[in-house]
């Protein structure tokens, strides 16, 4: 059974601060998402991840992806207030258009 | 942008009532999926939808659930006796259009069952 770990569970950081968000899997795969949640809110999709050494910008946000490992991290820079919410990793372990196994979640909050 | 819509955005059901959440993919999509998120905890696979029949479904999704897609446009998902227990937040989801298998899956907004 796929299992999807991301460390760590909680994370408070100043604003201005940089910091990583690891989502470790532990079956092959090459196919990694990372989504954004606002509380009572649906899942914004932030970057899709395809292949070993995949590496994706938007702002202040960076994803990459090692697949040997099986590893993904998600590197927050110059962190700011706007971007206070819980951040999950997704892996599907097939094809594409298969079910998405989820992390345990990120919940960031950034501190003024 | 085209977006996945979910209704109702809130029910709440007494205990062993049948329940049916609504779901409108984005219209080229051709896959499907409902997931549900209990309060606090992750997102978790209950089932997904192609070619008019399930191809994968989770242990979550036992007898008591069903999904159909009644026209072009509508894909629900029916609990036909609740639980305390299926109280969570349902979303459904959506890929699989002209963009290509490398295209995320899109979600709605989510409907929050409360089980009385």
């Known amino acids: 059974e796929l299992k999807v770990e991301q460390n760590p569970l909680f994370l408070s950081m100043q604003e201005g601060k940089n910091y990583t968000i690891y989502c470790n899997y532990s079956?092959?795969?090459?196919?990694l998402y990372w989504y954004r949640q606002d509380p009572g809110k649906s899942l914004e999709s932030l970057f899709v991840?395809?292949?070993?050494?995949a590496v994706k910008q938007e702002g202040r946000l960076m994803a990459s992806l090692d697949t040997k490992a099986r590893l993904s991290t998600l590197h927050i820079t110059a962190a700011v207030h706007d971007l206070s919410a819980t951040y999950f990793c997704?892996?599907?372990?097939?094809?594409?258009?298969?079910?998405?196994?989820f992390g345990t979640g990120t919940r960031l909050t950034i501190i003024p | 942008e085209p977006e996945v819509t979910q209704t109702p955005s809130h029910q709440v059901t007494q205990m062993g009532q049948e329940v049916i959440l609504r779901c409108v993919p984005i219209?080229?999509?051709?896959?499907f999926y409902w997931y549900r998120q209990i309060l606090g905890q992750k997102v978790e696979f209950l089932v997904s939808?192609?070619?008019?029949?399930?191809?994968?479904k989770s242990e979550i999704f036992d007898d008591q659930f069903s999904v159909e897609r009644p026209d072009g446009s509508n894909f629900t998902l029916k609990i036909r006796s609740t639980k305390l227990e299926d109280s969570a937040m349902y979303f459904c989801?959506?890929?699989?259009?002209?963009?290509?298998?490398?295209?995320?899956?899109?979600f709605g907004d989510g409907t929050r069952l409360s089980i009385l």
């Open positions: 939808f192609y070619n008019n029949e399930i191809s994968e």
């Open positions: 997704a892996v599907d372990p097939l094809r594409g258009n298969e079910k998405l196994t």
């Open positions: 991840l395809l292949s070993n050494g």
């Open positions: 079956t092959t795969s090459d196919r």
């Open positions: 989801a959506s890929s699989g259009g002209t963009g290509g298998v490398d295209q995320p899956q899109h």
């Open positions: 219209s080229n999509h051709l896959y």
